[in-house]
C-alpha cells in the first residue's frame, strides 16, 4: 500500500484495530507454549525504558537525555492507541523510529564510555 500511495497510507490509521489485544494475544500464546513477535514488542516496550532510562538517569549527563526519552515512545503509543486513531506514520514512528533512535544512541554512548574508559 505504501508504494502504490504513499500519503493516503502514512495518513491513514495503522491497520491495527487493537495494540493492546494484539499484545494480550501475544503473551496468552507464550503462557501456552508458543512465543510470538508481540511478546518481543511487549518486552520491549517495558525494558527498553527501563534500562536506558535508569542507566542514563545514574550515568549520564546533559544531551545523554536526547535519546534517553524517546525510550518511553512505544508504551506512549500503546497507551494513546486505545483512545485515539493514530496515523501510520504515528505508529511507525513511535513503535520503530524512536526505539531505534534511543537503543542506537545508547549503544553508542555505552561504546564511548567503554572506550574512553580502558
Do not use: H, K, N, Q
Request: neutral net charge.
Amino acid at each position: 500500500e505504501v508504494a502504490a500511495s504513499p500519503v493516503t497510507t502514512l495518513l491513514g490509521t495503522f491497520p491495527l484495530d487493537s495494540p493492546t489485544e494484539y499484545v494480550l494475544g501475544a503473551v496468552r500464546t507464550a503462557t501456552a507454549g508458543t512465543p510470538t513477535l508481540g511478546l518481543m514488542l511487549l518486552a520491549g516496550t517495558v525494558l527498553l525504558p527501563l534500562v536506558v532510562l535508569t542507566t542514563v538517569g545514574r550515568f549520564g549527563r546533559g544531551a545523554a537525555w536526547v535519546y534517553a526519552v524517546p525510550s518511553i515512545a512505544p508504551a506512549l503509543c500503546l497507551a494513546v492507541w486505545p483512545v485515539v486513531a493514530i496515523p501510520t506514520w504515528g505508529a511507525l514512528l513511535g513503535l520503530i523510529v524512536l526505539p531505534l533512535f534511543s537503543a542506537g544512541g545508547f549503544l553508542v554512548d555505552v561504546g564511548r564510555y567503554l572506550l574512553a574508559t580502558r
